[in-house]
C-alpha cells in the first residue's frame, strides 16, 4: 500500500479508525529523506495499516496542531488515539518493534487510561 498524503482536509477521515502511522517530514530535512524509504518499505509490508506523510512546509497548519517542532516525528494513531509521538528517524528494526507494539495495545485499558487522567486534572 503506498503512503497517503495527509492534510488538514483529509486527516479525521484519515486517522480516524485502525491504525495510522504518520510521518511528519519536510523536502528539504536530511534525516526526513533518510528515513522515506523505511517508510515506504513498512507500507508496502503492512498494508492493513495506514502510512500517512505530512509534509510540514505545506500543512504548517496541521503540523502546528500537534506541536511538531523536529522533523521527522513520527506519530501512530490507534482507532482515532494517538499512542505514540517521538522525534527522530528510525532504523527499520525499529519501526517493525514499534508496529508490533502499537498492534498489541488493549485500546480499552488505553482509553481507561486516559479517562483516569483526565478526571484527575
Not at 495499516?49 to 494513531?77: G, Y
Amino acid at each position: 500500500m503506498a503512503t497517503v498524503e495527509l492534510t488538514r482536509e483529509n486527516f479525521d477521515e484519515v486517522v480516524g479508525k485502525g491504525t495510522v502511522l504518520v510521518d511528519f517530514w519536510a523536502e528539504w530535512c536530511g534525516p526526513c529523506r533518510m528515513f522515506g524509504p523505511v517508510f515506504e518499505q513498512s507500507s508496502e509490508q503492512h498494508g492493513d495499516i495506514v502510512h500517512a506523510k505530512v509534509d510540514t512546509e505545506a500543512q504548517q497548519e496541521l503540523a502546528a496542531a500537534f506541536n511538531i517542532r523536529s522533523i521527522p516525528t513520527l506519530m501512530a494513531v490507534r482507532d482515532g488515539v494517538v499512542v505514540f509521538n517521538q522525534a527522530g528517524a528510525l532504523p527499520a528494526p525499529a519501526l517493525e518493534d514499534l508496529i508490533g507494539q502499537v498492534q498489541a495495545l488493549d485500546m480499552d485499558k488505553v482509553r481507561e487510561q486516559i479517562a483516569a487522567a483526565q478526571q484527575e486534572q
